[in-house]
Structure formats: C-alpha cells, structure tokens
C-alpha cells in the first residue's frame, strides 16, 4: 500500500525503489514478493533471508546474545507488538521449557517464558525451537520465486551471524537482474551510523532502474568482492567460483591439520566441557592448525567441517572457527559454522558437498558412546 501510495504522488514518476540495512534490508525482500506495480527495483543491505538459520538458531543454537536484547532495545512493547503464539498452543511446551536445565540456570532465559509480554518475538523464538511454519511465514527465502523486479545484494564479511548467509542466498535464488557484493565496512566491524558508506553504489543503482540513466552498472561483472588480507576488489561471473579447486584438509594427532588423510591407527582426540563457565574464561576445545605456509594461500567461498564423534552426554553445541595464523601467533577469525548435535539430520537432495543442509525440524535422539557423522556448514569467505 505505502508503495502504491508513493508512485500516485505528484513528485514521483511512478518508479519506487527501496534502501535500508538489517531489518530495512529483510523487509525489502518481503515487500518485493507481494509485487506492488510500482516498485522497480531494491537494494538490501545485509539482509537476513531465513529467520530460522539466519535469525533464530544458528544450527539449531539459539541465537541468545542478539535476541534477548534486540527487542528490549529497538521497540517499545504495545498490545498489538505482543506474541502471536496462542497461549493454550505453547502451554505444554513452555511448561517443558521452563524444566530444561539449560533454562533453569539462565535467568533471562526463565523469565521471558515466565512473562511472555516482557519480550514477545523473543517469547515466540524459544517456544519454536524447530523450524517450521513460524518462521516459513516470515523468510524471504520462501518467496524468493515471488520475486522478479532487480535486486542488489551487498553484506559484509564480518557479519557471519546473521546477514552475510542471507545476501549468498538471495543472489543463488533469486530470478531477477541482480548484483552482489561483499565488502568489509570502515569499522571493521558493521556499517557506521549514520549510515554513509556505498551511497554512490546506491545512487548507480537507482539512477539506471528509477531514471533511465546509463550509468554502466549493468555492464560490469555482477559480483564484486573484497579479498580480506589483500584489501583487493575483485570481479566475479559466479559463486561459488568456477575455478574453484575443491580440497580437502584433514583433522589428524597432536592437532595437525594436514593435506595427506590420516593413517589408520590414529587415536581419536577428546576434550570436556567446563560446567559454569564464567564470563571471559577460556572456552575448553581442539585446535587444529596447518603447517606454516610456504605460500600465499586463499580460500574463497563455502567451506564446510565433517567429524566423527562420540558424546558422553544426551546433546552437544559444535561451534567451529576458521582462523588465520600471523607469524607471530596472533589469530584472526576467519569464519564460523554451528550444530547442535541432535539437529545432525540431512537433507541430501538440499545439500552439496561444500555446503550440507540440515532440515532442522526435528531432534534425532544422541546415544552416549556411539560415533556419529556431524556436517557442519561454514559461512563463506574470502
């Protein structure tokens, strides 16, 4: 309707076009599957495409950092902004819930079950711990087939937890004039506010669809991206790259990640997890690391972890990082991949090699001793 409205005003020639970050950014996918005639084209900047994978649960982990203060910070909590789940549906599993001793021990966890009106989304994100109908409703990824008019896609290569997995995928499935790009912002970190950076992208962008002016964007590559480490743009036909040369590293002893497959009479590597870990602790793990390389090396594109593992306990979180190793020792985070162990189900038709997909729609029981297969899919890079 606000689209309609704008392109019946005397001071618009009947061209639309959106613009915005994060949730500015999501919301622009949503709006662009209604179809409104008088929207031409959009540009949404880190923009999550599935609320379950993207927002929600990252693997199957929920996402408690962001959610449990998003919308006690950004909105003021009126009667209409107040949970949708109907409270006899949700009763048995918040009661469920409310005996989980992974709520038990986090108050704020306990208290957004126990009075669902202080913080409704985050309310309705912990009754729907499996994916479903909830958040089918409000992704863009299903409606990407709704949508036709031309779309720019920018994320940052930072932004792993939320916005970076949903430009990849509304640029691999979206049937429209489109554009990506992948940069990294001047914080380092996200875009700064008041938001500056890219506007002369923009402007490009919208001058071509909105104006009819040639200003030779649709003549250059469609993806462009920064190269982390060289501070290099590089012009890209496709993604994942065509000349990408699939390899394998393995997990081997004595934390060697190597090129060569590990011998047969390997020993497996175990570590525990620490109960109460207090804030700033160190987080028990196994680090895996290559030799030092003997030459440049670069990784671009979708990367995935395979392991074999047996639990002594009924679940598990896998979180894996991908670092970079300065001579000197210090690390830098590359990338990140999640799992909770009871969501390891795959679905082999949705998945590839390099990036597995995992239904999320139910739990698959752990037996404690047993050795199972986790895929765990982390984010792209470069």
């Known amino acids: 309707d606000l689209i309609e409205w704008i392109a019946s005003q005397p001071w618009c020639n ?3 076009g959106m613009l915005g970050m994060s949730y500015f950014g999501m919301i622009q996918l949503l709006v662009a599957a209604q179809n409104p005639p008088h929207l031409k084209a959009i540009f949404p900047i880190d923009a999550a495409a599935d609320m379950y994978r993207h927002w929600g649960y990252h693997g199957g982990l929920l996402h408690l950092s962001f959610l449990s203060t998003w919308w006690d910070s950004s909105l003021v909590v009126t009667r209409a902004d107040r949970s949708p789940s109907p409270a006899a549906e949700v009763k048995p599993i918040v009661e469920a819930l409310l005996e989980h001793p992974d709520v038990r021990s986090h108050p704020r966890l306990y208290k957004t079950l126990k ?6 989304h985050f309310f309705d994100v912990l009754v729907h711990p499996l994916d479903g109908p909830y958040y089918w409703e409000r992704s863009a990824y299903t409606k990407f087939d709704k949508i036709r008019i031309p779309c720019y896609f920018m994320s940052r290569w930072t932004a792993q937890y939320i916005h970076l997995p949903g430009a990849f995928s509304a640029y691999a499935n979206i049937d429209a004039p489109k554009k990506l790009m992948i940069t990294l912002p001047e914080s380092g970190v996200g875009f700064n506010r008041p938001w500056h950076e890219n506007h002369d992208i923009v402007l490009r962008w919208y001058d071509h669809w909105l104006k009819g ?3 030779g964007l649709m003549n250059e590559a469609p993806i ?3 190269v982390q480490g060289t501070g290099e743009w590089r012009d890209e036909q496709e993604w994942p790259l065509a000349r990408t040369r699939w390899t394998k590293l393995h997990l081997s002893v004595q934390g060697r990640l190597q090129w060569d497959a590990p011998g047969w009479n390997e020993r497996p590597d175990r570590f525990a997890n620490a109960v109460g870990l ?3 602790g160190k987080v028990p793990s196994l680090r895996y690391s290559t030799l030092p390389l003997a030459e440049n090396l670069e990784i671009t594109g979708p990367i995935a972890l395979t392991l074999y593992a047996a639990l002594s306990t009924p679940d598990a979180h896998w979180i894996v990082e991908l670092n970079d190793i300065d001579p000197d020792g210090t690390a830098k985070r590359v990338s ?3 799992l909770k162990a009871s969501h390891r189900e795959i679905n082999a038709g949705r998945s590839k090699p390099w990036k597995p997909f995992h239904p999320h729609t139910r739990v698959t029981p752990i037996e404690p001793g047993r050795v199972g297969e986790y895929a765990i899919e982390i984010c792209d890079t470069c």
């Open 224 to 226: 462009r991206v920064l």
């Open 336 to 338: 990140i991949g999640w």
């Open 115 to 120: 009075w669902r009106d202080k913080n409704p």
């Open 213 to 215: 002016i040639d200003t």
């Open 278 to 280: 207090q804030p700033g």
């Open 14 to 16: 009947g061209k639309v």
